[in-house]
Nanobody, 120 residues
């Protein structure tokens, strides 16, 4: 398994921006894809974005496409989620995730989560 530590959450007004970071350790970072998920109060955890091992391919949930950007820095074992034009409905706990493989597949490691709150 991989140890994942998120940071960068906080309170922001609607229309604002935040950048989440997730530092990974315990396995060669460039060997696996990474992702971000979120869970709003009373709701299930849902997919937000993912990036393959090299950063050459990304995927986004329809609700964030065009506003959020996922990226990674393999030299520093870090994945980022740049969130722009934030909306109140983006309020959730955001979780970093490591996939089992270099591409898409099952998630086998989760971070502890970081709270993002968007006020209207």
């Amino acid at each position: 398994q991989v140890r994942l530590v998120e940071s960068g959450g906080g309170l922001v007004q609607a229309g604002g921006s935040l950048r989440l970071s997730c530092v990974a350790s315990g396995r060669t970072f460039s060997n696996y894809a990474m992702g971000w998920f979120r869970q709003a109060p009373g709701k299930e955890r849902v997919f937000v974005a993912a990036i393959n091992w090299s950063g050459s391919s990304t995927r986004y949930a329809a609700s964030v496409k065009g506003r959020f950007t996922i990226s990674r820095d393999n030299a520093n074992n870090t994945v980022y989620l740049q969130m722009n034009s934030l909306k109140p409905e983006d309020t959730a706990v955001y979780y970093c995730a490591a996939y089992q493989t270099a591409g898409w597949g099952a998630v086998d490691s989760w971070g502890q989560g970081t709270q993002v709150t968007v006020s209207s």
